[in-house]
């Protein structure tokens, strides 16, 4: 995860999809890409949770303090 929150700071983005490939051979991770507005629906199903509530729920933490 940390990679994930690290590129999505760099492009200085709050909420985003990001893509992360791992190299076979190395084991080495890859940022495939930073989406600002990405499909949620497979890790919505991964996950198991509504992604909606949880960006509602740290744009709520993040703006009240």
Do not use: C, F, H
Not at 30 to 51: C, F, H, K, M, R
């Amino acid at each position: 995860a940390e990679i994930a929150i690290n590129a999505a700071r760099a492009v200085k983005v709050d909420v985003a999809g990001v893509d992360v490939v791992r190299d076979d051979y190395t084991g080495k991770l890859y940022i495939w890409e930073v989406n600002t507005a990405p499909a949620w629906g497979a890790v919505a199903s991964d996950t198991g949770l509504i992604i909606e509530e949880e960006i509602l729920k740290y744009i709520i933490e993040t703006t009240n303090g």
